[in-house]
């Protein structure tokens, strides 16, 4: 059977101190259950966070590239899939993950979200308001907040003894 | 040259009268300026609405389907672009749109607008509020809001006589 | 119900000039019958000649484009798809079509022919030979040759009252 | 810096014993020189047992699968990536795949052989005639000949220390 990913969004630039060091205890939280870390692979931002964290406490990490080259990945990319498809990898990133952790950012990060939700993926926010556009998926509990990468980690886990 | 498009996003589904109505006059504009109007193409909400009002005008239509065959295209569409991609052609709709119009829809039109505003294309928000997300793009003036489907038509206009 | 489409591939560059007046004549063809021409609507080679022979009969052409920008787009193209999605979009333009045409061409025409082939396409061999390597799909009669532009129309025709 | 990634294509269908017995020999010789085997991902043909030699010798598998659904995976492929772009997403194969190995197949193997080409990658052929269709990329050395799995390791061996 193949391995439980998650998948890490958030942004490439502007990214506040709090979130890189958000990112990166999530990335080891991940690596430490034995998870799949997946992200969109670029040396910048969350994704290099994550993946660093991950990398440091012994996980896999797999990025989904935009471009054309692996010279594009970050150092802590262990599996760099290339798409060559710019944005519309967005799609393969949630579709690969069975759950989402979305930290700051732009309108990348917001169309990552809105790709999960509309393929019906859990996507938990930390760190994160986006104001009231999703309302109605925190109606049904397809989106949720955690309040930290430890809660994020206890909503997954909790989720994975249940049905849906 | 190839033909100016204007890109019609908007809800498929659980869509309120209104917003069809204004999809329908907005259509018939686009038409009326002898431009394309491309949508994702299926026989639903805003994107029928929209095509119904641009064919009854005699326009063009492009439609962009997420499945497989022709046959899930609307009646309404005359080039049907068979993707099979799923939610990853709505990055193919903006890029070929020269600026998208938004109506009201959930996340796919979220996704839409998203993936618009990653990539640097004009967005015209038509009766829709997405709330305080994309703030940033407002103060760039990618983003704004039209207070009619005759408003609409008179930014895009005047923002082809700009180099922009 | 939306537009007849006959895709037409071939190389880009390295063309032969009995095969560029191939595809010149091939265009006005299915302009003359009311159908769509769709290629892969770069300014090059087998792309460019047909759907300048289209546009030169009156009729509509549509390019589906590797690149991010409508500015890739041959002159001869009336509704350019963009996709930003690279030799990906080869997909794409099978899909769309309702039959596939193909002229002498590299690994991307071949590659062309493959996916048609794959998705249950009918693509009409004109002036080209494969070698062995479809021999199975000529068994079903999917891959066919055609003698010239109108043979290959008159196959298309005759197709048309049928079932399959 | 990320993983060194071989690509194993070949028919889904239809396939000799005598190819699966080389896919999965092929398989084990990837893992045991610490590469990624990278696959289609489906539970069918030259994918499941190129996978299966991998695992069985402690490789790492990754599958790009066409579908919407990590259940379609094969029970030994480690990284689902879900693409929901069926057969576009041979373009990503061979995209994220350092070097491509095909077995014999039909036309979705032949389409991922010419995808490669086009991009510029080396594909070695085992147990595979084309015929002479690709006869240029052979002039040029980007399609090989293999005669057994061992020989495919050795070219690829021999490469990584040139510069191209």
Redesign the interface.
């Known amino acids: ?3 439980y ?1 998650v998948g890490v969004i958030g942004g490439g630039e502007d990214v506040l101190q709090e979130n890189y060091e958000l990112a990166y205890r999530l990335g080891g939280l991940i690596a430490k259950e034995g998870w ?1 870390l997946l992200n969109g692979g670029r040396p910048a931002g969350i994704m290099e966070s994550s993946a660093r964290g991950a990398k440091e406490s012994g996980g ?1 990490t ?3 590239l935009p471009g ?1 080259s ?1 010279s594009e ?1 970050s ?1 802590y ?16 990133n949630v ?2 993950s ?1 759950v989402i952790i979305a930290l700051p950012g ?3 990060t ?2 990552e979200i ?2 999960a ?3 019906g993926k859990k996507v938990l926010l930390l760190n994160f308001d ?5 309302a ?2 925190r109606d049904t509990g397809l989106l949720q907040s955690a309040g930290s990468p430890e809660e994020a980690i206890s909503i997954i886990k909790a989720g994975m003894g249940s049905c849906d």
Chains 1, 2, 3, 4 share one sequence.
């Open positions: 059977m193949s391995s990913i799949v896999l797999v990025g989904v054309r692996s990945a150092a990319i262990d599996i760099a899939i290339i798409t060559g498809m710019g944005s519309a990898r967005n799609n393969i579709l690969s069975d732009k309108a990348g917001i169309s809105a790709l939700l509309k393929n986006p104001g009231s556009i999703f109605e998926y």
